[in-house]
RNA sequence: GCGGGCGUCGCCAAGUGGUUAAGGCAGCGGCUUGUGGCGCCGCUAUUCGGGGGUUCGAAUCCCCUCGCUCGCCCCA
């Protein structure tokens, strides 16, 4: 059995660490929710082309990064390393005209063939929200808020928003010719690799974080100078939207992020709780991204929260279980289906029922209780069976002082206030 | 892909060449098959991530490999 374990970089969710994940999704969920977004599911599986045409041929994710393998037809297909081009493959492909505004999210496994780190795995998950057909300003605070607010109802401390504007296509066109002047000139300055960048992606040139590079960086034209007009109010409406949310911010005029669908508003939310890995969420405006795709000319904003890096920064208060309520102590062959059929009963009110399985002895039975520290017990024997009622007991950890009493089978008014008066039952 | 650290039972660990691989927690069984918190007793690694080598003898030394981890790169 020694050779068979889960592959590099993927792990096993087991029960007990799965209370918080639960516990994080449902808050997560309620908030959505709350901000009136729907959900979509599109699969975990794509045509390669998807990514390579979506993302950019030349971003470290595609180039290097992708799960990609031929099906059985000789098809190249990949596993998703991210939702945003699928998202809006799956709107193209269903008719976006007839429903040009939408709010999505999705949550979901993504892949990415990196060197496993704390933080990083090769299957993680993530958490997207994506505003489909809006272009205002607004939609961009609205969906920055949406993410801070999320991070926040779960508790997490120090964060960083680090907010920069990447101009639109022409803006970037501009900049790049005069960019890639001076990159040129001020090639032997460079680290290796971002000479190796300036034929493929000079943008991410920017956001190197080789200490000479920047320090080179610092005399380089600055994009932030190519913004028309038009740009520099979207940029200066946003800081002043955030200004009177009180979100606080830091402008990163190097933050350019990895895929190339990106325009205007670019952010990213760090944590330096999480180490090197620091990014949990990122997000940015794509309004070209659909056109590009073969869709309707379509504005649109996003970002995505990685799932594991938020459970590494929440609370240990959400690993805490619901214990049971109810636990079923019974034995004999009559008061087994009786017992069955009780706690099938218990559970329609909504109860945390568990019903010993094991035939054990019944001091056996007591322990297990015990040990689930549940709020109450059960008894159904052999006598009570012959009876029709079993005994119920709270079973409180710290006195012996426990309440019982004896209700029978058909009692349920009798039974209804136990509940209410012990476990609080409405 | 490149550097540094690590790898003994489910978890935390002692052991650094000499033959029975400590201990604690958890688990299981018993004292106590109709009654729980405590206590006591017993069981649980032919084996030290895997493979090969050195040696009379290896968890301990050497080589290879796998995995984890921390950084770099990049990102969620």
């Known amino acids: 059995m020694n050779n068979l374990k889960n592959l590099r970089g993927t792990v ?24 009136s977004i729907k959900e979509i599911r599109t699969p975990i599986l794509e045509m390669t082309e998807l990514f390579i045409r979506g993302i950019g041929e030349e971003t470290d994710v595609v180039s290097k990064e992708m799960y990609t393998f031929l099906d059985r037809g000789e098809r190249s297909c990949t596993l998703r390393p991210e939702g945003t ?33 704390a933080g990083r795995q090769r299957q993680f998950h993530q958490l997207g929200v994506e505003f489909i057909g809006y272009q205002s300003v607004r939609s961009e605070v609205e969906i920055i808020a949406l993410a801070w607010d999320i991070l926040g109802k779960l508790g997490i401390k120090e964060l960083n928003l680090e907010i920069n504007t990447l101009g639109d296509l022409n803006d970037r066109l501009n900049f790049q010719k005069s960019f890639l002047k ?70 990163n005029f190097n933050l350019v992020r990895g895929l190339d669908y990106y325009t205007h508003t670019a952010f990213e939310i760090t944590c ?35 799932l594991e890096r938020l459970i ?12 049971t309520d ?3 102590i019974n034995q004999g062959l009559i008061a087994e289906s009786l017992a069955i059929d009780l706690a099938r009963k218990l559970r329609n009110y909504d109860l945390i029922v568990e019903l010993d399985l094991s035939g054990a002895s019944f001091s ?51 039974l209804e206030k136990w509940l209410s008066i012990n476990l609080s039952f409405k």
């Not at 300055?189 to 971002?194: A, I, K, P, R, V």
């Not at 590494?312 to 214990?323: D, F, I, M, Q, S």
């Not at 056996?364 to 009622?389: M, P, T, W």
């Not at 079973?395 to 019982?404: A, R, T």
Request: charged fraction near 30%; hydrophobic fraction near 35%.
């Open 326 to 328: 109810i636990y079923i």
């Open 12 to 35: 096993d969710l087991l029960p007990d660490q799965l209370i918080k994940w639960q516990n994080v999704e449902k808050i997560v969920l309620e908030q959505l929710s709350r901000s």
């Open 182 to 251: 001076w990159l040129n000139i001020n090639k032997d300055s460079l680290d290796s690799d971002s000479q190796n960048r300036i034929n493929k992606n000079p943008l991410r040139i920017l956001d190197s974080k080789n200490i000479q590079t920047k320090k080179v960086l610092e005399n380089a034209p600055r994009l932030f100078n190519f913004l028309s007009d038009k740009s520099h109010k979207r940029y200066s409406d946003l800081k002043n939207q955030l200004e009177v949310l009180q979100i606080p911010y830091v402008e």
């Open 272 to 306: 330096g709780a999480l180490g090197s890995q620091a990014t949990v969420c990122g997000g940015g405006r794509y309004d070209d991204l659909i056109k590009q795709m073969g869709g309707p000319n379509t504005p649109a904003i996003g970002f995505a929260i990685g």
């Open 85 to 117: 081009a699928s998202v809006a493959r799956a709107l193209i492909q269903n008719g976006i005209s007839s429903n040009p505004h939408q709010k999505l999210w999705y949550m979901g496994p993504m892949f990415r063939y990196e060197r496993p780190q």
């Open 364 to 414: 056996k039975q007591f322990k297990k209780a015990n040990k689930l520290r549940s709020k109450s017990i059960i008894i159904i024997g052999d006598d009570e069976a012959a009876k029709k009622e079993f005994t119920i007991r709270l079973f409180d950890k710290e006195s012996f002082d426990n309440k019982e009493e004896v209700i029978s089978l058909e009692n349920d008014i009798k």
């Open 312 to 323: 590494l920064l929440a609370g240990k208060e959400l690993e805490v279980p619901r214990n």
